[in-house]
């Protein structure tokens, strides 16, 4: 056999044979994205724990954590992440610029955790006319919630901090250091940074964003997928989900444990842990389910879209979550 057809059948074995150990998504990898944050329990207990890896038993995982969702965003559609823990309106964005075509929710993750928590004085959403709130990000899940309550309190907002209320979009470090020098009249923020707000900064609850929702149930971290590698690769996503419902049920079953548990992970990725009050008072506002609370999420940009703060441009919503694989692994 001559050199050339050798080389000619050595490119071909090659190229046969890419395909079966995964192509551009990696050789039997899962790269998964996560936040230091509690409202990502599930994905701190299934790492640490090694759920997540024996399930998904040949299939390497792959883990990068995020402190923002735009981060992780970016990271799947450029195709470096497989699937990640999100927020459902950093899911919603996603969904939206790709024209509903690059990523996938395929199941939930938690349930509340959010609140406005404003200084003693202020007992109404009328005492917060003429004065400055913080949320986390503009056009972010909580961002958008404060902005439409204060709407539905008769109070304008505008994304360049004017209004009746000036909703100024920051860190939340900077949010409890303003707040506790009195520059800031309230904040809209999630678990732990509201009970820190209350523990730490001597704020109270003005709204429990429970009590606004059908059940007090509204969607606050879901699990994402890139579509093309739900479709490329259905066992490992499926492994990955079998690894999140164990988890998932753990919180549930064991919450004392849960909260240090998750703490110790915290400290462990951040250096620094959660102050024990802190959690536990956190960890009752928290509901830690499979279900993605689609009805919620649905609202929410509908919110946002309303307030300018997203275009649709008219995508339909619905595909963006696609039920099958979860019930095949938790009928």
């Not at 951040?270 to 830690?288: M, N, Q, Y």
């Amino acid at each position: 056999m001559s050199l050339t057809r050798r080389r000619w059948l050595a490119s071909l074995l090659v190229t046969l044979l890419v395909p079966a150990c995964g192509g551009g998504d990696g050789a039997a990898t899962l790269r998964l994205g996560y936040f230091p944050n509690i409202t990502h329990a599930s994905a701190l207990v299934g790492v640490e724990d090694g759920i997540f890896a024996r399930e998904l038993g040949a299939t390497k995982l792959e883990t990068f954590t995020f402190n923002a969702g735009p981060a992780a965003i970016e990271a799947l559609l450029s195709g470096s992440l497989d699937a990640s823990y999100v927020g459902p309106n950093p899911a919603i964005n996603a969904h939206v610029k790709s024209r509903g075509e690059a990523v996938r929710i395929v199941a939930g993750a938690t349930s509340g955790g959010a609140f406005l928590i404003v200084r003693p004085d202020i007992t109404s959403a009328a005492d917060l006319r003429g004065k400055q709130v913080a949320s986390p990000q503009l056009g972010g899940t909580q961002d958008v919630a404060l902005r439409s309550w204060l709407a539905a309190q008769g109070l304008t907002t505008d994304t360049a901090g004017g209004g009746d209320v000036s909703v100024v979009p920051q860190e939340n470090a900077q949010t409890l250091e303003r707040f506790r020098e009195g520059k800031l009249a309230g904040a809209w923020v999630p678990e732990p940074w509201a009970s820190r707000l209350v523990l730490e900064g001597g704020g109270k609850v003005l709204v429990d964003e429970r009590d606004l929702w059908p059940d007090g149930k509204y969607t606050t971290t879901v699990l994402l997928v890139r579509r093309e590698f739900l479709e490329r690769h259905p066992d490992r996503v499926e492994a990955l989900l079998r690894g999140h419902v164990e988890a998932t049920k753990w919180l549930v079953a064991h919450p004392d444990e849960a909260r240090g548990k998750v703490n110790g992970v915290l400290e462990k990725l951040t250096g620094k842990p959660i102050a024990e009050a802190v959690i536990t008072r956190a960890f009752t506002s928290l509901t830690f389910s499979t279900d993605p609370q689609m009805a919620s999420l649905a609202k929410s940009a509908a919110d946002a879209a309303e307030l300018g703060l997203l275009k649709l441009n008219g995508i339909d919503l619905a595909p963006l979550h696609d039920p099958g694989p979860l019930q095949r692994v938790a009928p």
